[in-house]
């Protein structure tokens, strides 16, 4: 079971912001989760979704139509996912 009280969940994902390129992380909470159980890792994939898809937005100036980058939003899951493995990996290692 993983009790760190967040992944940083490495949603660590470069952003292409005109010509600069910067990367952002977002939190995402796991200490009042069960993920042993379908419930807790329901609401885990829930929670790096709703992250992922803040961190990946795409504002167009005078528009209320929110648009994620889905490219980024991939990448930003598959980089929370290899995270919470990273640290699974080392709670069960004593790490």
Do not use: W
């Not at 292409?16 to 042993?36: I, K, M, N, P, Q």
């Amino acid at each position: 079971m993983i009790h760190p009280a967040f992944i940083a969940a490495s949603l660590a994902t470069a952003l292409l912001l005109g010509t600069a390129a910067r990367a952002e992380t977002r939190e995402v909470r796991t200490s009042d989760l069960d993920l042993a159980t379908a419930a807790g890792q329901g609401k885990l994939d829930r929670r790096i979704d709703s992250a992922a898809r803040a961190l990946c937005r795409i504002d167009r100036s005078g528009s209320r139509i929110v648009e994620i980058d889905a490219e980024c939003h991939a990448k930003a899951v598959v980089s929370a996912r290899e995270s919470l493995a990273a640290r699974s990996t080392a709670n069960k290692s004593g790490g």
